[in-house]
């Protein structure tokens, strides 16, 4: 079983910058790709971006130049440092991993979900 804790989310006025992380904990032998989404009301969920276990980055074209992230591969955590916040970013945050967990003699990949985090970017 595999676990991630979110943390960072907030209240913050519009231009302002907030970072956010996620750990993962438990039966993890590798992870692959993590990534942020997020859900704001009225919308579906969305991604933000995400980064390979090489580092490779990839964002949305609505955060492009606004937001980065990151990970710690020793940590089994990842980052997103959000800048100049509008209040159309206000939403649920959200951070994924596909996780290979071993099994026996076997081993499964299997895409996790944080339990989300709220952040409002006030105008």
């Known amino acids: 079983q595999v676990q991630l804790v979110e943390s960072g989310g907030g209240l913050v006025q519009a231009g302002a910058s907030l970072g956010l992380s996620c750990a993962a904990f438990g039966n993890i032998f590798s992870i692959k790709v993590m990534g942020w989404y997020r859900h704001a009301p009225g919308n579906q969920r969305e991604l933000a971006a995400t980064?390979?276990?090489?580092?490779?980055?990839n964002y949305a074209d609505s955060v492009k130049g606004g937001f980065t992230i990151s990970r710690d591969n020793a940590k089994n955590t990842v980052y997103l440092q959000m800048n100049s916040l509008k209040p159309e970013e206000t939403a649920v945050y959200y951070c994924?991993?596909?996780?290979?967990?071993?099994?026996?003699?076997?081993?499964?990949?299997?895409?996790?979900w944080g339990q989300g985090t709220q952040v409002t970017v006030s105008s």
């Open positions: 980064i390979t276990s090489g580092g490779s980055t």
């Open positions: 994924s991993m596909g996780v290979r967990t071993l099994v026996g003699m076997s081993s499964i990949l299997y895409n996790y």
